[in-house]
Nanobody, 116 residues
Framework: QVQLVESGGGSVQPGGSLRLSCVVS????????MNWYRQAPGKQRELVAA????????AYADSAKGRFTISRDNAKNTTYLQMNSLKPEDTAVYYC?????????WGQGTQVTVSS
């Protein structure tokens, strides 16, 4: 059974940083495109960042460009989301997502709260 487990969320002041991690077990990690989504209260889930299987290409939502960096370590079955210059509007539950053709797998989410 494939499992995605996120960690690294928490509370931080505006301007602070957090690094989220997502470990994938039970499958071959390197076949998956990895994505980070987030969902704020009362809002739809939105794609924040994506990285291809090899890590050679990344993409970001406009809100994340210049502040967030997605990366992956295929040897550790892990993808990361480095978040800098955090703003209150970044407050949300952040979800890790693994995609391979028609397969889409989700983690349980980790809460990020940005508040002074």
């Amino acid at each position: 059974q494939v499992q995605l487990v996120e960690s690294g969320g928490g509370s931080v002041q505006p301007g602070g940083s957090l690094r989220l991690s997502c470990v994938v077990s039970g499958s071959i990690f390197s076949i998956y495109t990895m994505n980070w989504y987030r969902q704020a209260p009362g809002k739809q889930r939105e794609l924040v960042a994506a990285i291809t299987t090899s890590g050679g290409s990344t993409a970001y939502a406009d809100s994340a460009k210049g502040r967030f960096t997605i990366s992956r370590d295929n040897a550790k079955n892990t993808t990361y989301l480095q978040m800098n210059s955090l703003k209150p509007e970044d407050t949300a539950v952040y979800y890790c997502n693994a995609e391979h053709y028609s397969t889409s797998l989700w983690g349980q989410g980790t809460q990020v709260t940005v508040s002074s």
